[in-house]
Each structure stands twice: as structure tokens, then as C-alpha cells.
């Protein structure tokens, strides 16, 4: 059974770090890597079957990224934007034990108007049978509930616990009447378990026990964590209904923990998910833990014959339609304690479509959360 931690690891160096000291590392920023040309904007980038490259600069705009052989995140900020990515190697940001503290985020680009590739269409991270997929975030509490009601036009949230939540991270209030009232805001700064909001609230969150007579109900509102510090995005301006996708292919290996995903989901045929998890990996080899799916535009996760898949500790809010979808698998479902809050239905209306949007530049400018 695996286990995901309840606290973060100390005491340990990042891997990718460590792995400066390896002289079987090429570096993305060496020219030499690259056989004297460093890539460019719009160009399609092939690490080689065998090399292991170091991302230690963000690079320009790429056309596409295929990795036949490794390439691991540095210990610090970094950006990487591609139309796609295909992982026929590895692609690792940290590692168990060895959790990414700095801001990794990776944006997919494209309008939908491109060619197929790989029959998988486009604006994609894919991962090939036999390769791998590791992200491991900065641990996070993912939510907690409110220690006092709410009202109408309050700026500040009083939590019933402390939690390791910072200023610039973006939260959402479960509704504690018409779902539709759930809200999303940015925290302005953290006083123990005191939140204070960048703007007031339009609705009022419930924050007591309610007793009726022996029984008490807990009907106080969920706070939910929307921010980590790994981050996989789809860049959309202007387009309704194609953001990007993660698809992992059967027989692949993907482990993620503490990452966000967010803008992504196509509903132009064939229809794509957020993420498409088919690997049937052994156990421990298929996870997506401790992590936040927002803002998306179609189901968030599909899961097809992953036996040994495992999906705790999520938080998801604003996805259309269902927030998990089982194909073809096992009545033992691997959802375990998640917050799902605010589902829409197909098809978004413009005014909804622009509400999104109009976070996406904010959310790719977050601080970064932690240093090493």
C-alpha cells in the first residue's frame, strides 16, 4: 500500500541538485549540449536516447519537447513552454524523499488548429509506455475547516487549525448554501489561523457545529488549497474549450505529488481530460496525491484500468462535469478523501469562459513557495 507523507521531509537535499555533481549530466544551458546551439524559440527540441539533461534555465517557447532520454528540474524558478511534450525516457521534478521547494511550471501552448501528433492531437504531455513521469511539490495542507462563520463582505477567515499557508496562494470557500457560492480568492497574509483575503467575500460560509438535540452536524465550511509549487498549465487566450492535457500511456510509470493542475481539458473531439491515467503500473507506481485541479474544462481525471492507481489527499474546484471518472476498473476505486467543490455542466456560457481566463496570468505569476 503506498504511503503519502503527512509532513514535509527535512534534512535532505534536493535531488536535482545533487545531480550537479554528476559528471553524466549535460546541462541545458551548455551550448556543448546541444552541439554548440543552445535552442531557440519555436524549435523542436530531441533529447537523445542515453542523455541526462539538467533544466537550469527556463528555455524559450519551444515548439515541441520529446525526451527519449532524461531530463530533471534544477533546484530553482523555472518555466518550460512547449505546444507538446512527449516522454519516451523520463521527466522528473524532485523525487520521493526529495520533494521540489522551488517554483517549477510548465505551460502547454496552442489554439487546436495544429497538426495531430502521434495520433494524440495536441497541447499535451504525454507519457510513452515503459517511460516516466515524477513530480513531487513542496507538501502542502490541502484544506481545512472554517472556526467561525464567515459573513457577507469579510476580508479575514478564521480557520479551526493552523496551516502552512502563505501570502500570494490562491484558496477557495466551500458554499454553504447554493454550490454556485463557492469562492475562490488570493490570501493577502497568514496570522496562525487567521487568513486575510485580498478581496471581501460576496457570500456567507458557515463556520459553527450545529446541535439538534443528541446529534451534532459539522456543516462548517471547507478551505481549500488551490496553489502548489509544481504547476502543469494550459496557456489559453481567447480559446473556450482547448486547454492542454496530460496522457499517460499503459504501462507507464507516473507518480505526482503536490502539483496543480489548471486551463486544461479539450471538449473538441476526441474529447481529452485533464488527465488520462491508463498505466497499469505496479503498486506505488501510479499516484496523483496532495494535489489541486481547478479551473479546467472537462472531467477531471479519467481512469482506465489502473488497477493499482491511487488518488487521495485532491482537491478540485470549478472542473464540468464529473471530477473523476472510472472506465473499466476494480469496485475497489482508488479515490480516497478528496474536496471537490463547484462542478459546471457542459457547455461553459462566455461569461463563465471569462471568469476563468481572466486568472490565468495571475496564476502563472505566484510567488514561489519555499526556497532550498
Same mark, same amino acid.
Given at each position: 500500500?503506498?504511503?503519502?507523507?503527512?509532513?514535509?521531509?527535512?534534512?535532505?537535499?534536493?535531488?536535482?541538485?545533487?545531480?550537479?555533481?554528476?559528471?553524466?549530466? *549535460?546541462?541545458?544551458?551548455?551550448?556543448?549540449?546541444?552541439?554548440?546551439?543552445?535552442?531557440?524559440?519555436?524549435?523542436?527540441?530531441?533529447?537523445?536516447?542515453?542523455?541526462?539533461?539538467?533544466?537550469?534555465?527556463?528555455?524559450?517557447?519551444?515548439?515541441?519537447?520529446?525526451?527519449?532520454?532524461?531530463?530533471?528540474?534544477?533546484?530553482?524558478?523555472?518555466?518550460?513552454?512547449?505546444?507538446?511534450?512527449?516522454?519516451?525516457?523520463?521527466?522528473?521534478?524532485?523525487?520521493?524523499?526529495?520533494?521540489?521547494?522551488?517554483? *517549477?511550471?510548465?505551460?502547454?501552448?496552442?489554439?487546436?488548429?495544429?497538426?495531430?501528433?502521434? &495520433?494524440?492531437?495536441?497541447?499535451?504531455?504525454?507519457?510513452?509506455?515503459?517511460?516516466?513521469?515524477?513530480?513531487?511539490?513542496?507538501?502542502? !495542507?490541502?484544506?481545512?475547516?472554517?472556526?467561525?462563520?464567515?459573513?457577507?463582505?469579510?476580508?479575514?477567515?478564521?480557520?479551526?487549525?493552523?496551516?502552512?499557508?502563505?501570502?500570494?496562494?490562491?484558496?477557495?470557500?466551500?458554499?454553504?448554501?447554493?454550490?454556485?457560492?463557492?469562492?475562490?480568492?488570493?490570501?493577502?497574509?497568514?496570522?496562525?489561523?487567521?487568513?486575510?483575503?485580498?478581496?471581501?467575500?460576496?457570500?456567507?460560509?458557515?463556520?459553527?457545529?450545529?446541535?439538534?438535540?443528541?446529534?451534532?452536524?459539522?456543516?462548517?465550511?471547507? !478551505?481549500?488549497?488551490?496553489?502548489?509549487?509544481?504547476?502543469?498549465?494550459?496557456?489559453?487566450?481567447?480559446?473556450?474549450?482547448?486547454?492542454?492535457?496530460?496522457?499517460?500511456?499503459? &504501462?507507464?510509470?507516473?507518480?505526482?505529488?503536490?502539483?496543480?493542475?489548471?486551463?486544461?481539458?479539450?471538449?473538441?473531439?476526441?474529447?481529452?481530460?485533464?488527465?488520462?491515467?491508463?498505466?497499469? *503500473?505496479?503498486?506505488?507506481?501510479?499516484?496523483?496525491?496532495?494535489?489541486?485541479?481547478?479551473?479546467?474544462?472537462?472531467?477531471?481525471?479519467?481512469?482506465?484500468?489502473?488497477?493499482?492507481?491511487?488518488?487521495?489527499?485532491?482537491?478540485?474546484?470549478?472542473?464540468?462535469?464529473?471530477?473523476?471518472?472510472?472506465?473499466?476498473?476494480?469496485?475497489?476505486?482508488?479515490?480516497?478523501?478528496?474536496?471537490?467543490?463547484?462542478?459546471?455542466?457542459?457547455?461553459?456560457?462566455?461569461?463563465?469562459?471569462?471568469?476563468?481566463?481572466?486568472?490565468?496570468?495571475?496564476?502563472?505569476?505566484?510567488?514561489?513557495?519555499?526556497?532550498?
Amino acid at each position: 500500500m503506498l504511503t503519502v507523507n503527512s509532513k514535509p521531509v527535512q534534512n535532505w537535499r534536493n535531488l536535482p541538485l545533487a545531480m550537479r555533481w554528476d559528471r553524466s549530466v *549535460a546541462r541545458w544551458s551548455n551550448p556543448a549540449t546541444w552541439d554548440g546551439r543552445l535552442p531557440r524559440a519555436g524549435d523542436a527540441v530531441t533529447i537523445p536516447a542515453g542523455q541526462r539533461v539538467l533544466l537550469d534555465v527556463s528555455p524559450p517557447p519551444l515548439q515541441s519537447l520529446e525526451i527519449n532520454g532524461a531530463l530533471t528540474f534544477d533546484a530553482r524558478d523555472l518555466t518550460l513552454k512547449a505546444q507538446w511534450i512527449l516522454v519516451r525516457g523520463e521527466l522528473r521534478i524532485g523525487a520521493p524523499g526529495w520533494p521540489h521547494t522551488h517554483k *517549477a511550471v510548465i505551460t502547454l501552448t496552442g489554439d487546436g488548429f495544429g497538426e495531430s501528433v502521434h &495520433g494524440l492531437g495536441n497541447k499535451f504531455l504525454a507519457v510513452a509506455p515503459g517511460a516516466t513521469l515524477e513530480m513531487h511539490g513542496e507538501w502542502r !495542507v490541502g484544506w481545512a475547516k472554517l472556526g467561525a462563520t464567515a459573513g457577507l463582505g469579510a476580508t479575514q477567515l478564521l480557520l479551526a487549525r493552523q496551516v502552512n499557508w502563505r501570502a500570494g496562494d490562491h484558496i477557495v470557500i466551500a458554499a454553504s448554501a447554493d454550490p454556485l457560492q463557492a469562492e475562490d480568492r488570493f490570501i493577502r497574509s497568514v496570522r496562525g489561523n487567521l487568513i486575510t483575503l485580498d478581496q471581501p467575500l460576496q457570500y456567507q460560509h458557515w463556520g459553527a457545529l450545529e446541535i439538534n438535540g443528541p446529534d451534532i452536524v459539522d456543516a462548517r465550511a471547507d !478551505v481549500g488549497l488551490l496553489t502548489r509549487n509544481i504547476v502543469i498549465r494550459g496557456e489559453n487566450t481567447g480559446t473556450l474549450d482547448y486547454g492542454g492535457f496530460v496522457y499517460c500511456m499503459r &504501462g507507464s510509470r507516473v507518480r505526482l505529488d503536490g502539483i496543480e493542475m489548471t486551463g486544461l481539458g479539450q471538449r473538441r473531439p476526441p474529447s481529452r481530460f485533464p488527465l488520462h491515467l491508463y498505466t497499469e *503500473a505496479e503498486p506505488g507506481d501510479a499516484y496523483l496525491c496532495n494535489s489541486s485541479l481547478h479551473h479546467n474544462f472537462q472531467h477531471g481525471i479519467l481512469v482506465y484500468r489502473a488497477t493499482h492507481a491511487v488518488i487521495q489527499h485532491n482537491v478540485l474546484f470549478d472542473e464540468v462535469g464529473q471530477v473523476c471518472v472510472l472506465e473499466n476498473h476494480p469496485l475497489h476505486a482508488p479515490q480516497r478523501r478528496k474536496l471537490g467543490m463547484l462542478t459546471r455542466t457542459l457547455p461553459l456560457e462566455r461569461d463563465e469562459f471569462d471568469a476563468v481566463a481572466a486568472l490565468w496570468p495571475k496564476l502563472a505569476l505566484t510567488p514561489a513557495l519555499g526556497r532550498a
